[in-house]
């Protein structure tokens, strides 16, 4: 299960159990409610800000969110770049990154910014819509 989606259960969970509509939620986050509406459909990419807030909101902590994407983040530069046969100093060259750097997102022990997150995206030939939002890809698929 994809990040987005799972945030998404966590929503609705949250809202049923609160007896919340999208709108009070919404204002509660101070967001709005398409904005809301997307991150119940597995859609978009909150705020580090929003993301708090969703976790005081629901009680939880920011950080196990943190958590689950950089695992995710780093299972897949660990593969991809192991089933291209480069070294992780030779993968940091090709995101333009330190090597120490780049072993510490392959061990989850940080997180990368956005510039190099897309440059692993193209230089990895990541198809960008299926990484971002592989929900809608196999919604997509499944239409077939």
């Given amino acids: 299960m994809s990040i987005q989606k799972n945030a ?5 969970l949250y809202m049923t ?9 919404a204002g509660e986050l101070e967001i709005s409610r398409s904005s809301l509406q997307n991150y119940l459909k597995g859609k978009g990419n909150p ?4 993301i708090e807030q969703i976790a005081e909101k629901m009680e939880m902590d920011p950080e196990n969110y943190a958590q689950s994407l950089r695992t995710f983040l780093a299972a897949d530069f660990y593969t991809t770049r192991r089933s291209l046969g480069l070294t992780q100093t030779q993968m940091a060259e090709q995101l333009k990154i330190e090597p120490r750097s780049y072993s510490n997102l392959e061990h989850g022990r940080s997180l990368c910014g956005t510039q190099v997150f897309f440059l692993y995206l193209f230089r990895m ?20």
């Fill in 17 to 25: 159990e609160n007896s919340k509509t999208i709108l009070e939620l």
């Fill in 125 to 144: 030939k990541k198809d960008q819509k299926q990484f971002l939002f592989p929900e809608a890809n196999a919604d997509t698929c499944n239409q077939n």
């Fill in 47 to 50: 705020s580090n800000r929003t």
């Fill in 8 to 12: 998404a259960n966590t929503l609705r």
